[in-house]
T-cell receptor, first 118, second 113 residues
Framework: GAVVSQHPSRVICKSGTSVKIECRSL??????MFWYRQFPKQSLMLMAT?????????EQGVEKDKFLINHASLTLSTLTVTSAHPEDSSFYIC??????????????FGPGTRLTVL | GENVEQHPSTLSVQEGDSAVIKCTYS??????FPWYKQELGKRPQLIID?????GEKKDQRIAVTLNKTAKHFSLHITETQPEDSAVYFC????????????FGTGTRLLVSP
């Protein structure tokens, strides 16, 4: 099956710093990537959808200036948490979808990034 | 927008018993319904999915049923094993446009030996 990687797997940072998380599709070209946030014992909440070469579409309530998403190539999307605060501590998961004509295309999830802001 | 509700939030069964998790959705245009299994600290893994043109799909011990009229779908696990213990999420999506998934709230399944 398709493989999606994320880096780093864990990051601890001080309040006020920025953190970049990378999401890569390793063996397919991802026309669309999704970024989710998951708090402990909660569901996955979609933050934004990014299509290669265009601006990301953010879900209601997600600050686009705080969570910067870049999808510069068909295999790489990045999420930058700017001026991180303790309430941003969470599990961030990306997923990638390869477009195949004729039907629904499965989303393949990355392994997630555990962000802890002190 | 779409809203997906999932019940129960926790489910404890004995090994060998069956487990059923139910979800309801609100968007009548949704036509793709995957189920994911997530172990602690890991990524969600697709275990089975169903499209709206079928009412039931089975894969070994796992089955999913869909009732489009009532807008609900269910996951059935038979002959449960301890390794089935995990959090299960249902999701719903339209098969058009951005195809974003809306997830249910999750069910923590515990299978006791």
């Amino acid at each position: 099956g398709a493989v999606v990687s994320q880096h780093p797997s864990r990051v601890i940072c001080k309040s006020g710093t920025s953190v970049k998380i990378e999401c890569r599709s390793l063996d397919f070209q991802a026309t669309t990537m999704f970024w989710y946030r998951q708090f402990p014992k909660q569901s996955l909440m979609l933050m934004a959808t990014s299509n290669e070469g265009s601006k990301a579409t953010y879900e209601q309530g997600v600050e686009k200036d705080k969570f910067l998403i870049n999808h510069a190539s068909l295999t790489l999307s990045t999420l930058t948490v700017t001026s991180a605060h303790p309430e941003d501590s969470s599990f961030y998961i990306c997923s990638a979808r390869e477009f195949v004509s004729g039907g629904y295309n499965e989303q393949f999830f990355g392994p997630g990034t555990r962000l802890t802001v002190l | 927008g779409e809203n997906v509700e999932q019940h129960p939030s926790t489910l404890s069964v004995q090994e060998g018993d069956s487990a059923v998790i139910k979800c309801t959705y609100s968007d009548s245009a949704s036509n793709y319904f995957p189920w994911y299994k997530q172990e602690l600290g890991k990524r969600p893994q697709l275990i089975i999915d169903i499209r709206s043109n079928v009412g039931e799909k089975k894969d070994q011990r796992i089955a999913v049923t869909l009732n489009k009229t009532a807008k609900h779908f269910s996951l059935h696990i038979t002959e449960t094993q301890p390794e089935d213990s995990a959090v299960y999420f249902c999701a719903a999506s339209r098969d058009t446009g951005f195809q974003k998934l809306v997830f249910g709230t999750g069910t923590r399944l515990l299978v006791s030996p």
